[in-house]
């Protein structure tokens, strides 16, 4: 039986799997320019295919873009949600990965507790890809990479300065820095840092980070402004949060800090006027619909890969 190929984290396909998936986003979205958005691409790779997507916390743009790119590439989707399968009721996830790796060909998880995708990915047969856990969200970063490519920024050496909360985003922003060697500048509250765990990664890979308190520090001569919600699915809305991070909000005198042609990134939902002032947002240093239209493109490589379909990957 041939091993499934799971996509729980960047580090699953590795730095030249995603310089392929990224290449290959680019040409596709490229061949497929001014195409109405339903019709499938020429070659058609999933034609036949059927992937899963399964949700136990909400989502637009996951949802959207798995099942718009699973489409174009030609196969379909269906959607479980937790609250109204039998996930809900206490199913366990060991059986629910062995029953739908028997009824589908791969399988989309975005859930809380990221030892829930390890335990899918332990019992599927079929590959599992992180649609966003607690702990990082692997897919976005993709669609992140690509639209800094796009935007005529070369990943090595660039400067990444990230705002707020040291979130599971942040967690896959500095695994890919590690991976494809640029660098990450940190500004968070005390007590709201990173995991320790993936400012090794990056570092290890050979990437700086720079963690500090100072948000201004941080956004001095960058080449990339990143933030996001400072209160993520299923944290409590705490007031201290709040207050903590308010410092930390993406605005035009931090932007005038950065590089006259940096960019601005948010993953979306955005809460603006708290992590980003509305000036920022809507400027146009501020990418974050080029952002959200290429996760259908970096969904697709994803894709691919995971199939064992991708070129070069
Ligand atoms: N950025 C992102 O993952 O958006 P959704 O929560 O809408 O899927
Ligand atoms: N950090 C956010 C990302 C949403 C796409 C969350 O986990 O809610």
């Known amino acids: 039986m041939t091993v499934a190929r799971h996509f729980l984290d960047l580090g699953d396909a590795g730095a030249d799997a995603i310089a392929a998936m990224i290449s290959d986003a680019l040409d596709r979205k490229e061949a497929r320019r001014d195409w109405p958005k339903g019709k499938t691409d020429a070659d058609e ?3 036949g295919r059927v992937l899963a997507l399964v949700f136990e916390k909400n989502s ?3 949802r959207v873009s798995f099942d718009v790119a699973m489409r174009q590439l030609g196969g379909t989707v269906l959607i479980l949600e937790a609250g109204s399968s039998q996930l809900g009721r206490g199913e366990t996830i060991a059986d629910t990965a062995r029953v739908l790796s028997r009824m ?4 989309m998880l ?3 507790d990221h030892a829930k995708i390890e335990e899918m990915a332990r019992h599927a047969s079929v590959p599992v890809i992180n649609g966003l856990t607690d702990r990082s969200h692997p897919c976005q970063i993709v669609a992140d990479l690509l639209t800094i490519i796009e935007h005529k920024k070369p990943l090595p050496g660039l400067e990444v300065a990230w705002f707020g909360d040291g979130n599971n985003v942040l ?3 500095l695994e890919a820095a590690g991976l494809l060697k640029f660098n990450v500048r940190v500004a968070t509250p005390e007590g709201y840092e990173p995991a320790a765990e993936f400012v090794e990664i990056a570092r290890s890979g050979g990437a700086s980070v720079t963690l500090t308190h100072n948000a201004q520090q941080a956004a001095d001569g960058a080449d ?3 933030t996001d919600t400072w209160i993520s699915m299923g944290q409590a809305d705490a007031d201290d949060k709040r207050k903590a991070m308010a410092p930390y909000q993406v605005n035009g005198d931090l932007m005038a800090r950065a590089k006259p042609e940096a960019i601005f990134l948010h993953c979306l939902p955005a809460h603006v006027g708290e992590e980003v002032s509305e000036d920022v947002f809507e400027s146009s240093q501020s990418v ?3 952002e959200a239209e290429n996760r259908i493109h970096a969904q697709k490589s994803v894709l691919l890969w995971s199939f064992g379909l ?3 990957g």
């Open 288 to 290: 974050v619909f080029d």
């Open 60 to 62: 637009t743009r996951t």
């Open 45 to 47: 790779p999933l034609k």
């Open 171 to 173: 967690h896959s922003v």
């Open 110 to 112: 975005r859930t809380d």
């Open 104 to 107: 589908v060909d791969a399988i």
């Open 310 to 312: 991708l070129a070069n």
């Open 224 to 226: 990339v402004l990143v």
